[in-house]
C-alpha cells in the first residue's frame, strides 16, 4: 500500500490485489464501536438539567447521523475495492475529507475491536485459540496497519514549492 | 502646538438589563479530550488538527498533554461551540466530553 500526498488536500491511495480484500474485509465491520462508548459529559446531566439533556439527545442523533453517512461511503469504497471487473492494482483519489472518512472507519474497527478483546493494553493483545478472539486480534492489527500507513503520508511535511526564480530549471 | 478642542460627542446610555444575548449570559463550557490507550499518537494529533486546525506543533502538545496527564483541556467556549467540537471529536472516535466551567 502507498499513501501519499499529491497537492496540499489531495491524496493519492494505492492498494494491490490483496491489499484491497484486506481493506475491504476491515471496512465490513464498520461501525464497531458502541453508542455508549461516548457521552457528552463525565458529569452525566440530572433530571432537572434540560440544557445538558437536550445537548446529550443532540450529540447521540449527531453520532448516529455521522455513522449513517460513513456507513454510506464506506459501502461505496468497498464495492470500488472488490470490484472484479478492474482486479489488482487499484487508485484511488482522495481529497482531505475522505481521508477523515476514511481514517475515522478503519480507527473505528479497530477501537471496536480493542473494546471487544476487554479493552487490554494494546501492546500486550495476546495470541488466542479462541477463533472469535483471534479474529477481533487480527482486525485490530490490519486496521492499524493501514491507519499507521495513512497517518505517516498525512503527517508527512508538504513538499515545498521551489522558489520561484528556479522554478523553471530542470 | 495648539490645540482646538472639539466637543466630545457620546452615545446616550440607557441600562437595558434585559437585552443581553443568551451566549454572553450561559457559564462557558469546557472541552476536554480523556486519554484511552488505544488511539494513535499520530492519530490524535491529526485529529486536533483538522478539528481546531491547529498547527502541528500544539496539536502535538496537546496529545502529549492527553498522553501523560489523562485529560487536556482543549478550548473554553458557548455550550454550542462546545457541542459543536465534541460532536466533531467523537465523530474521530476519541474520548471527548464537555465540562460546566465552575463558576
Redesign the interface.
Known amino acids: 500500500m502507498r499513501f501519499h500526498r499529491t497537492a496540499p488536500a489531495e491524496f493519492r491511495l494505492e492498494l494491490d490485489g490483496r491489499e484491497r480484500l484486506l481493506l475491504a474485509r476491515i471496512l465490513q465491520n464498520y461501525p464497531s464501536i458502541p453508542a455508549h462508548y461516548h457521552a457528552l459529559s463525565r458529569n452525566p446531566p440530572t433530571a432537572g438539567d434540560a440544557v445538558l439533556r437536550r445537548a446529550e439527545a443532540l450529540r447521540q442523533e449527531s453520532l448516529a447521523e455521522h455513522r449513517g453517512t460513513l456507513r454510506t461511503a464506506m459501502t461505496d469504497l468497498r464495492q470500488r475495492l472488490l470490484d472484479q471487473s478492474h482486479p489488482g492494482r487499484l487508485v484511488v483519489d482522495l481529497v482531505a475529507d475522505d481521508v477523515d472518512r476514511l481514517l475515522q472507519a478503519v480507527n473505528d474497527v479497530r477501537v471496536g475491536a480493542w473494546i471487544r478483546l476487554g479493552c487490554p493494553d494494546p501492546a500486550e493483545v495476546e495470541a488466542s485459540d479462541d477463533p472469535v478472539r483471534m479474529d477481533l486480534g487480527f482486525r485490530m492489527y490490519a486496521a492499524g496497519h493501514f491507519e499507521g500507513l495513512m497517518l505517516a503520508g498525512l503527517l508527512d511535511p508538504e513538499p515545498e514549492a521551489p522558489p520561484e526564480d528556479r522554478r523553471d530549471e530542470v | 502646538m495648539a490645540e482646538t478642542i472639539t466637543p466630545e460627542v457620546r452615545p446616550d446610555v440607557t441600562e437595558r438589563p434585559d437585552t443581553d444575548s443568551e451566549a454572553s449570559l450561559e457559564p462557558g463550557y469546557l472541552v ?1 479530550c ?1 486519554n ?5 499518537m ?2 490524535v ?2 485529529v486536533f488538527m ?1 478539528v481546531f486546525g491547529w498547527p ?1 506543533t500544539k496539536a502535538e502538545r496537546h496529545m502529549l498533554e492527553v498522553h501523560e496527564q489523562g485529560r487536556s483541556l482543549l478550548t473554553r467556549d458557548s ?1 454550542e461551540r462546545a ?1 459543536f467540537y ?2 466533531r471529536l ?4 476519541l ?1 471527548a ?4 466551567e465552575a463558576t
Do not use: A, K, M, S
Open positions: 476536554i480523556w484511552d490507550p488505544v488511539n494513535l499520530t492519530y494529533t491529526h483538522r502541528r455550550l457541542e465534541v460532536h467523537q465523530h474521530f472516535g474520548q466530553t464537555l465540562e460546566r
